[in-house]
């Protein structure tokens, strides 16, 4: 599936960050390593690309952390949606999904939704084994 992602590329810059911290490193990490938990809508040709976990990943770093953060989606307009969370103390947005590199499609995180997960306040089952391999 292709996604309309209205991505400009672009620096990441200082407002967003990729990997804060050795959690998001771990999560990152066993992502790679499970393809099998993105959904079989966003399956790429690259198979450690983290394209497709963005909902798992932030659902994850938000249940795994106890860092204070807003849970935020963007809709396309072909349906799918972009997940990512933002710092409530400095602001900066958190996109665990983004590729390590100077210049990458940088979505426009401003205009998204500040809203809950899907699931709640529990972690979803794909969530659930993420945040239970990297404990």
């Avoid at 990441?12 to 998001?24: L, N, W």
């Avoid at 066993?30 to 809508?41: G, M, N, V, Y």
């Avoid at 249940?63 to 204070?68: A, C, G, Q, Y």
Wanted: hydrophobic share 30%.
């Amino acid at each position: 599936m292709t996604h309309h992602c209205p991505c400009e590329a672009g620096d990441i810059g200082d407002e967003v960050r990729v990997v804060p911290d050795a959690i998001a490193a771990e999560i990152r990490e066993h992502l790679r390593d499970r393809p099998e938990l993105k959904k079989d809508e966003y399956e790429t040709e690259n198979p450690q690309s983290l394209d497709g976990h963005c909902y798992v990943a932030a659902e994850a770093y938000y249940h795994v952390t106890d860092r204070e953060l807003d849970v935020y989606c963007l809709s396309w307009s072909d349906g799918s949606t972009h997940w990512y969370l933002r710092e409530v103390d400095e602001g900066r947005f958190i996109d665990l999904v983004l590729p390590l590199s100077t210049r990458v499609k940088v979505p426009p995180y401003e205009e998204g939704v500040r809203r809950a997960f899907i699931t709640g306040y529990e972690p979803s089952e794909r969530a659930e084994n993420v945040v239970q391999a990297i404990r």
